[in-house]
């Protein structure tokens, strides 16, 4: 076994961090426990001078994964985005068997090839992708003890990869989180850099949900409640079409249920992922710093009853553009039956 497949067997340490399309190239970073532990995002954030970072082919990476005898064993939290996913996964990952990884910024490059499939380099097509995708996650599962299960929160926008993921031959079992769609316009346009985002990833997600609903809806006369309304269904369909296939290994959280019972639903959570979870502990977990700070800015304060302020007051101040959304939506259900069949979803998901 040469160096590389020794280090990458030993522990998840070296961790592929970015991928350069034209060279075929990864990016490989030093990671303590620690590190994983702190970051909010798995990307180019942590690039910096304390992080020893280093290149290699991606084909090289592969050959050294299938020498290290790796096995992929990870389950994953997919969300539609700014619905308490990072949250959740810093209380999953309080608990001694889990192992929480926190968007591999190597997933924001897989979803441009996947949804750009014709023009991707002739290494990403087709099989090649599957096989190539899976050395990936070989890598996410590792953990730094044998008693640890490695739980990946996936990117917001990179949902049309769950069914090829839930897909592996291992099974793996998911957490799909959502907010109903008033509470999800509300929160979105409350922020500046949240509007910001939807509008930059609204012609991907139109371009998704035409292509799943047969649809030719249009961005130039939508409104800022509309394009968040349409981003809402575009990730709800995406991740409806794909429970349809795996509905035993899926447990659907809405997050203001989550708030509203969390030693509840965070028992159901570790269930679900199959992780022993006692009363004490997950008393314990919750009783820590996380529920009591924003996520993704652990140490800046920020807990449900802040949120719900906050949230009252985006209510107030964008009143007419969450009414388009919410009337754009109704518009696009009454002519689609997977957008009906994701309001009904939210409307029927329990505590």
């Known amino acids: 076994m040469n160096p590389l497949a020794e280090s990458l067997a030993r522990s998840p ?9 034209v060279s075929d190239r990864v990016s490989l970073a030093d990671l303590s426990e620690q590190d994983y532990a702190s970051a909010s995002f798995l ?18 990476l592969q050959t050294a994964v299938t020498d290290a005898g790796l096995d992929a064993s990870a389950h994953f939290i997919f969300h539609i985005s700014h619905v308490g996913s990072t949250l959740l ?13 926190r968007q591999p910024g190597i997933l924001r490059a897989l979803i441009h090839i996947r949804l750009r499939a014709a023009s991707a380099p002739p290494h990403w097509r087709d099989d090649q992708f599957d096989a190539r995708y899976f050395a990936l996650l070989k890598l996410w599962s590792r953990t730094f003890r044998p008693s640890q299960s490695a739980v990946i929160k996936m990117t917001s926008f ?25 509470q999800y316009l509300a929160n979105i346009l409350r922020s500046e850099r949240s509007t910001q985002e939807m509008q930059t990833l609204a012609p991907m997600r139109q371009a998704r949900l035409n292509n799943r609903l ?34 035993d290994r899926i447990f659907w959280l809405n997050f203001d249920n989550f708030l509203a019972e969390p030693h509840v639903l965070l028992a159901r959570c570790f269930a679900h992922l199959e992780i022993d979870a ?3 502990q997950i008393e314990s977990i919750l009783a820590g710093p996380d529920m009591l700070s924003y996520s993704k800015a652990p140490g800046t304060q920020y807990d449900a009853a802040h949120r719900e302020t906050v949230l009252a007051q985006s209510r107030q101040t964008f009143d007419a553009e969450i009414r ?25 998901t329990p505590r």
């Open 324 to 348: 388009r959304g919410m009337q754009w939506l109704d518009n696009a259900a009454a002519q689609y039956a997977p957008l009906r069949q994701a309001i009904e979803l939210v409307s029927a």
């Open 214 to 247: 047969g649809a030719q809806f249009k961005l130039q006369p939508m409104s800022i409640g509309e394009i968040v309304a349409m981003s809402w269904a575009s990730e709800m369909v995406t991740l409806i079409q794909t429970a349809k296939n795996h509905p």
């Open 13 to 21: 340490e070296r961790f592929p961090i970015l991928l350069d399309l």
């Open 43 to 60: 990307d180019e954030r942590l690039q910096k001078p304390s992080l020893a970072v280093s290149q290699i082919k991606f084909r090289d």
């Open 89 to 101: 996964s810093r209380l999953l990952g309080a608990h001694p068997g889990v192992f929480a990884l």
């Open 278 to 280: 006692a009363p004490d």
């Open 158 to 182: 990179v949902s049309e990869l769950a069914e090829l993921t839930l897909s592996r031959p291992y099974c793996p079992r998911a957490i799909f989180m959502f907010l109903p769609a008033e």
